[in-house]
């Protein structure tokens, strides 16, 4: 059964820092291509970053590029959002995902206020 499981949300000022977790299991996960999505209050689910399966393409939202790190651990079969300069506007739920499965797993929430 294919799962992920989001970890390392919390509450942070503008301007700080937090690094989400993606625990998974289910796939072959050396060959996935991942994702990280988040949805904010009252808005669609918006695309955040991509990371290919040889962890050498990433892809970023514009709206985090330069300020969000994607990685992966093929080994511990995690993936990692390292994000930095954090706005308000980067409050919401943040899901992992890998290409080609419908799962989804709770999230994790992010909350940017003073």
């Known amino acids: 059964q294919v799962q992920f499981v989001e970890s390392g949300g919390g509450l942070v000022q503008p301007g700080g820092s937090l690094t989400l977790s993606c625990t998974t299991r289910?796939?072959?996960?050396?060959?996935?291509?991942l994702k990280w999505y988040r949805q904010a209050p009252g808005k669609e689910r918006e695309f955040v970053a991509r990371?290919?399966?040889?962890?050498?393409?990433?892809d970023y939202a514009d709206s985090v590029k330069g300020r969000f790190i994607m990685t992966r651990d093929n080994g511990k079969k995690m993936m990692f959002l390292q994000m930095n300069d954090l706005k308000p506007e980067d409050t919401g739920v943040y899901y992992c995902?890998?290409?080609?499965?419908?799962?989804w797993g709770q999230g994790t929430q992010v909350t940017v206020d003073s």
């Open positions: 289910g796939f072959i996960f050396g060959g996935a291509a």
């Open positions: 990371m290919d399966s040889t962890g050498r393409r990433k």
């Open positions: 995902k890998a290409d080609g499965y419908t799962t």
